[in-house]
């Protein structure tokens, strides 16, 4: 059974920070062949950016009081995995558009040209 509980407002706000991307936008991404091109396979086909693109859709589309702690924990997951990988990757635009940096980044929720 998962218990509800409201997120700290940290996680929350690193959330909504570090996912500049809504909703529908992630679901149309996923369904690309680039989004399916990058990440470690999560040992069923699928990679582990890939299934947490799926798990932000849910969370994104939930109301704040909604949410559980296995959803505040995959948050504060995001925030790790976004914050990590921002500082690993190209930084001139030319370098990021097609770069597999970008699409694992997109996988989860965070479009890196979104903030030039």
């Known amino acids: 059974m998962t218990t509800k509980s409201t997120p700290s407002a ?3 706000a ?3 920070r570090n996912v500049n991307m809504t909703a529908a936008e992630i679901e149309k991404w996923l369904k690309t062949e680039e989004s399916r091109s990058v990440g470690q396979d ?3 086909g699928t990679s582990i950016g890939h299934h947490s693109g799926e798990r932000i859709v ?3 589309r939930k ?3 909604d949410l ?3 959803d505040e924990q995959h948050m504060h997951k995001v925030h790790s995995y976004v914050s990590r ?3 690993q990757g190209p930084h001139a635009k030319e370098d990021v558009e ?3 940096w970008r699409y694992s980044l997109m996988n989860w929720g965070h479009d890196p040209l979104k903030d030039k």
């Open 10 to 12: 940290d996680v929350y």
């Open 63 to 65: 109301k704040k009081a």
């Open 58 to 60: 849910e969370i994104l």
């Open 85 to 87: 990988h921002l500082a």
């Open 14 to 16: 690193e959330f909504k």
């Open 42 to 44: 999560s040992g069923d």
């Open 98 to 100: 097609t770069s597999r």
């Open 68 to 70: 559980t702690d296995a």
